[in-house]
Structures are given as structure tokens and as C-alpha cells.
């Protein structure tokens, strides 16, 4: 980095930031006999005129601010010249054509293109000319089976609801009216007669933040209006979560339901007969179940039924409950997420959070372990069983993300589209250590850096979790990372539990009455790279986002001394009230709620960082960032937050949340949209860290 600042040197805002005034309500809610007060309720009417001048003066504070850092505008050039890069996707044979996505580098969203048998290359649809501002978004697309029809869907501003469009994809004619309001929903073709899709019936209040429990599958037959859509799942069972595909062969409609982000029912109909019945497979949610595929009658179905870490189990579809299943490719000590192409299976597990890839037969073969580039994250390997080629990516925190493609018969691998990145890979490392949380867990961490790195706790560290949700951190290549560590930073990832790195075991071990073990291991990884001196408290900023911004929420309010810069984006801030949103209800395998019961409001309520918020306390430099469209974790929960962060902050460090207005919960953000937000954070976290300039 440049010159090392001096701590004198920190307190580069002399004088503390002047917020707009945030009103406070006399809100109390009561829970077991407990008061609770919400001064801040009224910031949840995401349709209010208050709200909206409160957005715009909160903005035009934190840009204000952000303007005034030196180097931001030189951060932004590097980062758009290294951001600007040829980017394509793997390719797909639809019918005639192989269709693929490309973005020439700086593109707010990338093209859809196709090439015929001769290789004459075409755009096949520019999400680009959907809005001027680059803010809609292409958010799925299925192909009928012929290649003939295609779906696809838009989000607009960020939205979880989106539109779906229907076009000849010979001709690239619009075939008939829009389909409205469809919402957490896959598109899956029936031969040529229509489509299936899921969503919920509009709410009544505002379709942003109003509560959506009840969803439903449909049936869309082409030539018909939407209103005529049949539901096939859902009317009569109350379900959070359906959602329905049509199996390869064209011969089922497997059904999934869930009322909760884990654990689902899993149901099967057989479209080789009219009006035949739904059949029962899993009638519970006691464990994730869905069909990977068929050969006729036998289903492939990957669980964790009696598995913590995944097996695949085979089984006929006349009689399909679990009593009759027989393992295919039984569990193993590490998680299997596995993937079907070429007329082969692809085992992809998951050891200390790097893969290894398996290849299999139908007949439960093993045929070879498949050689990777080198360690690190392993993804693709899906494909038609008539495809001849499959393709795979590879990526870890220095290798920008490459596709090859596999000759499944003979195993060999090329590579197929390699990134042109101004990034030299070879001047940077990574290192995988394992740390010991409070209650004695070890806990995994990958730490990059560039490398010859000096141990002398003055490394600038961005510590980046999530912890939750049974999600997965495994290496990625990122611009943004990069640019942070092309100036000295360190870029550390822990494993936290409530992941899903180790399986069902690991993520249990980080929900409801143990959600506090997930704060525990991040407040470790952070004292663990203080004690090895990567980093200081004075130079340690932490980040996470959605169920990740919850983790930095708390973790800051937990110990506001352990880092000098907290950074939380779209965060679940209010705990005692995120199941009142939209699809919240949906996390309480997570979280519990405050309804459950006494001890679970308590235990809530003591990590909840709305509430945990403290006058007379330096609370680290803070930059909260959400989006004034995001209808997963409404931006209320990320503006409560900040209004108390700037109420009861002691001391000069600024406390500033950054909205972006017509933005999400991230999916389909514009590229530049993308650059910008990371300049921001970046140049926030170092000049908050004392540093003036950016190395030369």
C-alpha cells in the first residue's frame, strides 16, 4: 500500500457528519408480556412521500461524502479497465442453433447470441434495449423442446416479480400478450403446448414489501390469456414455495413444495396420460428431495433423507415413497451436488469447500475422476443426454473464471472460452487455514493476498461472510477483489456454520437457538487474522450481504472493536419482524420467529442488530447499501438500521447507508451500476482506514 497511515492520522472527518432528521414514532409492539419499542415503523411504507425524501436526503449525504475521497475516481478508472473484458457463457443446442451469452466487457447486461450449423453468428435478444438506464433485466429463459418457442422473463428495477415473454424463436416474433406478475418461478416447457410457472396472487398493499404466502404452479397454454392459466398445484395447499418441471423426456411434471427454505414435498404426474393424478413421493419437510432424472419409469432422486450430505437414490415411479428407494451413488463424508449431461453423471462434492468431480453411468459406474485445472470451484457439468460436449467452468480467488469443455467418452478437457483479463493471476495466493472457533469448532478460511504480504498487522482486510441458508462460499474470481488486492488489501472468506460446506450438520449447527455460533466463528476469523498479523482492529473492515448483512449487523454491535469499517448490504436488520415481508415467513428454518416462543423472542431479540443498536457507543465506520426495489429483504430493514446507527453513534466515524434507486436484492444489477457500488465501498473502507492515496 502506499505510505502506512498513522493512527493520529484516522480521524480524516474532524468534524461528525450532519444527518437528515429521522423522525421517530411512538410504535411499541408487545411480545410475551415484553414492550418493544419501533420509533422507525413508518420507513417501512416503501409507497410514503416520507420515505421518499428521506431516501433522497440519506443519498445526498453519503454521496456528498464519497465525493470528497481522493482517490475514488481513480479507482473507478482501474476498475472499469480491468472490468472490461470479453465475458461468454457456455453454450446450449437448442434445436438448430447453439445459443450463448457474451458481454463485450462493459455492457450493462449481457447479449444473448446464437450461431447455426455453418457458425453464422447473431444477436438473438439484447436485454440492453429492454431500459435506457441498463435497470431490466433478463431473469430466465427456457427453450421448448424443438428449439421452436422460447420463455423469457424480466426483471424490472430489480424486482422479484417479473414478466414473462413469449417469442418464435425461428422467427424472433412476440408470440402473444405478456404473462404478469409471475414471481420465484422457474419456466418449463410441455412439448410445444404451453409452459409451466409459479407465482402468488398481488398482494393488496404494496407488491414490494406486502407479505406473499401462498404459491401457486400454472399452466399456460399457448394461444390462451393468461387468465385462463390453470393452476395445476397450489389452490387447496397453503405452500410458500412450488415449483414444477417437466422431466427430459417430456413424460413428467415433477412438483416441488416447501413452506420454508429447507425441506420440501416432493410430488410426480405422468403427462403420457390425460388427466392423470399428482402421486405423493415425500409427503413431509423434514429433507431437500428433487428428481434429477428418468430413464421411463425409474427416477433419479438426490436427497438428504437419512444423508446429511446428499446421496442419489433410484426408485419406480409406480411406487415412489422413500421406503422403496435404493442407493445409486450412496452419501459420502463430503457434500455431492450432482449434475447430469452427455448421458452420463456428473458427482461434484465439495471437500473443505473446493471440488472434485466425479463421473458415473447410468448403471451406477464409476467411469473417472475428472482432472481439474487446479483447485477451486467446479461448476456446470449439466447438459441434454443427446448433448456430444460438456462444459464446465473453474475459478478460484486468482483464476478469473474459464470454460472447458469435456469429451465425456475420453475424459479429455480444453479449454473453451478463456477470460483476457488484466489480472496477473501468477503474483498472488491463496491460503486455506483452519481456525478454532469459541466453542472449539474448527472453521475453514481461505486468505488471498498478493504475494511476498508482510505480516505486520497493517494489511487493509476485507473479511467477507454469510453463514446461512445452507448456502456455499467456494472460491470465486471477482473484479472487485482483485482491484482491493492490486492495492494491498487481503481478501479472507471463512466457512461459516449455517453454511452448507459440510452438509445438513453444518447448517444446522447455525439456525434458530445456535444462530449465534455463525457470529462466534466470524468474530474468530477476525481475531484469527489479528493474532497472525494479516491485520489490525484499525484496519479490518467486514462485509456480507442479505443473510450476510445480518451477520455483519450483528457481529458489529456484538463487538464494535474488533474493526475499523463494517460494511452491510441488504441485510436482515430487524429480526423480530422479517417474517411480515414479503416471502420472509420462508426463513424461519433459519431463524425461528418472534412468535415461536418466549425463549425464542428473547434469543432473537438479543442478536437482532435494529435492537441491539447502543447510545454512547464507537460503532466502527459503517456503510449500509441496499435498493429501493429490493422485495427480498425490504430496504426497511437496512433503513431502521442505519436511522438508530446514526442516532446513538458516538465518536466521529461516519455511519452512512447508500440507497441505489430502481436496484434489488442484486440479481440483473447493470454493470455500471455493479462498478460503482464497489468503488464506493472500496473507497469508503480506505479512507476510513486513513489512507489518502491509492499506491502508484
Not at 447486461?109 to 435506457?132: C, H, I, M, W
Not at 495466493?429 to 469448532?441: I, L
Not at 426497511?636 to 434489488?664: C, M, Y
Request: without cysteine.
Amino acid at each position: 500500500m502506499a505510505v502506512i497511515p498513522t493512527i493520529a492520522s484516522f480521524g480524516q472527518n474532524k468534524n461528525p457528519l450532519k444527518y437528515p432528521e429521522t423522525k421517530k414514532g411512538e410504535t411499541v409492539d408487545v411480545y410475551f408480556g415484553t414492550n418493544v419499542n419501533d420509533p422507525y415503523r413508518w420507513l417501512e411504507d416503501d409507497r410514503s412521500a416520507e420515505t421518499a425524501a428521506w431516501v433522497k436526503a440519506e443519498n445526498k449525504v453519503t454521496y456528498g461524502y464519497l465525493e470528497q475521497i481522493p482517490f475514488r475516481d481513480e479507482m473507478k478508472n482501474r476498475m472499469e479497465k480491468l472490468w472490461n473484458y470479453e465475458k461468454i457463457g457456455a453454450p446450449s443446442q437448442e434445436g438448430k442453433y447453439t445459443y450463448y451469452s457474451k458481454n463485450d466487457g462493459l455492457q450493462n447486461q449481457s447479449v444473448v447470441y446464437r450461431k447455426d450449423a455453418a457458425g453464422k453468428e447473431e444477436v438473438f435478444l439484447d436485454p440492453n434495449t429492454f431500459s435506457k438506464d441498463g435497470t431490466t433485466s433478463l431473469g430466465g429463459m427456457d427453450f421448448s423442446k424443438d428449439g421452436s418457442k422460447v420463455a423469457y422473463a424480466i426483471s424490472e428495477g430489480g424486482s422479484d416479480w417479473r414478466k414473462v415473454i413469449l417469442m418464435d424463436a425461428l422467427t424472433n416474433k412476440v408470440l402473444e400478450d405478456t404473462i404478469i406478475d409471475v414471481k420465484f418461478s422457474g419456466l418449463s416447457w410441455r412439448g410445444n403446448e404451453g409452459f409451466y410457472y409459479s407465482s402468488y396472487d398481488k398482494p393488496k398493499g404494496s407488491e414490494l414489501s406486502a407479505k406473499t404466502d401462498q404459491h401457486k404452479l400454472y399452466f399456460h397454454k399457448l394461444g390462451t390469456s393468461q387468465k385462463e392459466d390453470q393452476v395445476i398445484f397450489g389452490a387447496d395447499q397453503k405452500r410458500r414455495y412450488v415449483g414444477g418441471n417437466v422431466t427430459e423426456d417430456d413424460r413428467y411434471l415433477v412438483i416441488t413444495a416447501a413452506t420454508s427454505t429447507y425441506g420440501n414435498e416432493l410430488y410426480i404426474k405422468d403427462l403420457s396420460k390425460p388427466n392423470s393424478p399428482i402421486v405423493t413421493v415425500v409427503d413431509n419437510f423434514n429433507s431437500d428431495n428433487y428428481v434429477m432424472d428418468n430413464e421411463g419409469s425409474k427416477l433419479f432422486i438426490v436427497t438428504d433423507l437419512n444423508a446429511p450430505n446428499k446421496r442419489i437414490v433410484t426408485v419406480d415411479v409406480s411406487n415412489p415413497k422413500a421406503e422403496n428407494w435404493k442407493d445409486f451413488i450412496p452419501e459420502t463424508e463430503n457434500v455431492l451436488f450432482p449434475s447430469t449431461s452427455s448421458g452420463f453423471i456428473f458427482a461434484n462434492y465439495m471437500i473443505d469447500a473446493v471440488s472434485a468431480v466425479k463421473q458415473y453411468d447410468y448403471s451406477g459406474k464409476l467411469i473417472r475422476d475428472i482432472q481439474l485445472p487446479g483447485i477451486g470451484t467446479a461448476g456446470g457439468f449439466g447438459g441434454k443426454k443427446k448433448d456430444k460436449t460438456v462444459y464446465y467452468s473453474f475459478t478460484n480467488y486468482t483464476t478469473p473464471g474459464t470454460i472447458y469443455s469435456l469429451e465425456p467418452k475420453s475424459g479429455k478437457s480444453a479449454v473453451y472460452a478463456k477470460p483476457k483479463v488484466d489480472f496477473n493471476s501468477d503474483q498472488y495466493e491463496s491460503k486455506q487455514v483452519f481456525y478454532t472457533s469459541k466453542d472449539g469448532t474448527k472453521v475453514p478460511m481461505i486468505i488471498t493476498y498478493k504475494k511476498g504480504l508482510k505480516l505486520n498487522g497493517k494489511n487493509p482486510t476485507m473479511l467477507y461472510g454469510y453463514g446461512g441458508f445452507n448456502v456455499n462460499l467456494t472460491p470465486s474470481f471477482s473484479i472487485a477483489n482483485a482491484v482491493w488486492m492490486e492495492n494491498g488489501g487481503v481478501f479472507a472468506v471463512p466457512n461459516l456454520r449455517g453454511g452448507g460446506e459440510y452438509g445438513k450438520k453444518w447448517h444446522d449447527a447455525g439456525t434458530k437457538m445456535q444462530k449465534q455460533n455463525v457470529f462466534d466463528d466470524f468474530i474468530a476469523a477476525a481475531e484469527y487474522l489479528i493474532a497472525q498479523k494479516y491485520t489490525s482492529s484499525d484496519f479490518l473492515a467486514i462485509r456480507g450481504g442479505s443473510n450476510g448483512g445480518l451477520l455483519i449487523g450483528a457481529t458489529m454491535t456484538q463487538r464494535p472493536d474488533l474493526m475499523k469499517v463494517a460494511l452491510p448490504a441488504v441485510g436482515v436488520m430487524d429480526m423480530l419482524r422479517y417474517h411480515t415481508f414479503t416471502a420472509g415467513a420462508g426463513w424461519a428454518y433459519d431463524y425461528g420467529t418472534a412468535q415461536d416462543s418466549k425463549e425464542m423472542f428473547e434469543y432473537i431479540k438479543g442478536y437482532s442488530p435494529v435492537h441491539n443498536v447502543k447510545a454512547g457507543t464507537h460503532y466502527p465506520a459503517t456503510m449500509v447499501t441496499t435498493g429501493d426495489h429490493d422485495d427480498r429483504v425490504v430496504p426497511a430493514h437496512s433503513f431502521k438500521f442505519a436511522a438508530e446507527l446514526q442516532e446513538k453513534q458516538t465518536g466521529n466515524n461516519p455511519t452512512l447507508i447508500r440507497i441505489d434507486v430502481k436496484a434489488g436484492h442484486g440479481a440483473g444489477k447493470s454493470v455500471s451500476a455493479t462498478i460503482q457500488e464497489n468503488v464506493d465501498i472500496q473507497a469508503f473502507t480506505l479512507y476510513n482506514m486513513g489512507f489518502k492515496a491509492l499506491p502508484k
